[in-house]
């Protein structure tokens, strides 16, 4: 059983490009969550995705966008990249087992914007 | 809002100790908790997780505990190795209406076993 998986692995832009992140959710999984790393710090929730819509937000700018498939996969699009996007993108899916969620993580995409 | 902490930031220990990370936790209404473990540029494994009806849950050598009331967790690691080696993270669920949920990460512990 894959887990979830996330592609690239690693990605190099100039300040601003845009970028596209691809996340394929764990088997089973109907829930997609983005997060952004930055080093030295926990991830920051940007948003979640279900039924191919956006059901929450995080405190991130409009640049930051997404899709969800029918398939369940998701891709996360950053406009008008800067250097402070520089970061380390994890996605995570999820669903609902007993009236309560355990999201499993991708390996991550490491964003580098120079 | 909903905020995490996990003391220390950084931890190094020799190889066969005994060790304790603490998570604090702001908002007790939570109705789980996740450790997860992660290695250097990797992403987030889970080693553990906790629903508010249990006070501990093991695995291994690993053993988590949760009180909500003082809003506080702890991973438990017995007879360290250095493969143990990572930075570990908790985080808590924050529920909105409609039943969408975020994870709320602490920055980490960066724990280091020496041989």
């Known amino acids: 059983d894959a887990g979830v998986t996330q592609s690239p692995t690693h990605l190099i832009k100039t300040r601003g490009q845009q970028v596209t992140l691809r996340c394929s959710p764990k088997?089973?999984?109907?829930?997609v969550s983005w997060y952004q790393q930055a080093l030295g710090q926990g991830p920051q929730f940007i948003f979640q995705y279900y039924e191919e819509e956006e059901r929450q937000r995080g405190n991130f700018p409009d640049r930051f966008s997404g899709h969800q498939f029918p398939n369940y996969s998701s891709e996360l699009n950053v406009n008008a990249l800067l250097l402070g996007d520089s970061a380390l993108y994890l996605c995570?899916?999820?669903?609902?087992?007993?009236?309560?969620?355990?999201?499993?993580f991708g390996p991550g995409t490491r964003l580098t914007v120079t | 809002k909903q905020e995490v902490t996990q003391i220390p930031a950084a931890l190094s220990v020799p190889e066969g100790e005994n060790l304790v990370l603490n998570c604090s936790f702001t908002d007790s209404a939570i109705y789980n908790l996740q450790w997860f473990r992660q290695d250097p540029g990797k992403g987030l494994t889970s080693l553990l997780l906790?629903?508010?009806?249990?006070r501990e849950q093991t695995s291994g050598r690993l053993n988590a505990s949760l009180d909500k009331s003082s809003g506080r967790s702890t991973l438990y690691i017995a007879a360290s190795q250095p493969g143990d080696s990572a930075t570990y993270l908790c985080?808590?669920?924050?529920?909105?209406?409609?039943?969408?949920?975020?994870?709320?990460f602490g920055k980490g512990t960066k724990l280091t076993v020496n041989p």
């Open positions: 088997s089973g999984h109907d829930t």
């Open positions: 985080a808590v669920p924050v529920l909105r209406q409609g039943g969408s949920e975020k994870l709320v």
């Open positions: 906790i629903q508010s009806s249990q």
């Open positions: 995570a899916s999820s669903f609902i087992f007993r009236g309560s969620y355990e999201q499993y």
